[in-house]
């Protein structure tokens, strides 16, 4: 499933983006955003949220020489983790330590079912929530998160252990 856009969230973009930036980086060659997002350590969320009116819908705009913005003050996600084939929202949230609930809180694009978790999107998987808080105005190709969270109720809270339990060793 390529990158898109529309289906990222946020809660609220404040017009001076280049101003309050803590990290940029300046595109080069053919870049696309998962390939940026895995080199830099930002979510492709964040990614594209951070730059809404730079980069379109399938992220195919990007021009080298073009200055992003990585992240914001207090919501600088630079704990990430790049989904591999046969990953599930449990697995990954199982081993980067966090719970489910976390995760979808970090990465608001992702449904309710985790069904449109793709290969190579890079998700944020910090132990906190770390959702750049904006707002959004009406021309950005993204929608804020409660248009995306519309669960009847929140993502069920995943106790998962933080450590895989060690097997009983028993001989006879």
Known sequence: MPFSIKSLALASVV?????TCTRTYTVKGDEYCDQISAAQGISTYQLAANNFDKINE????????????LGWPGSDCTETYVVKENDTCDSI???NQ????????????????CGNVYVDEVLCVHNGVMVPQYTMPDYAPVHSINDVAD??????ANAMPVEQPELDQCTN
């Open 93 to 95: 949230a199982y081993h």
């Open 151 to 156: 669960w009847a109720e929140s993502p069920p």
């Open 58 to 69: 399938d992220c195919t705009n990007l021009q080298a020489g073009e200055q992003l913005c």
């Open 98 to 113: 966090i719970n489910t609930t976390v995760l979808w809180l970090n990465n608001p694009q992702i449904d309710e079912a």
């Open 15 to 19: 017009a001076t983006a280049a101003a």
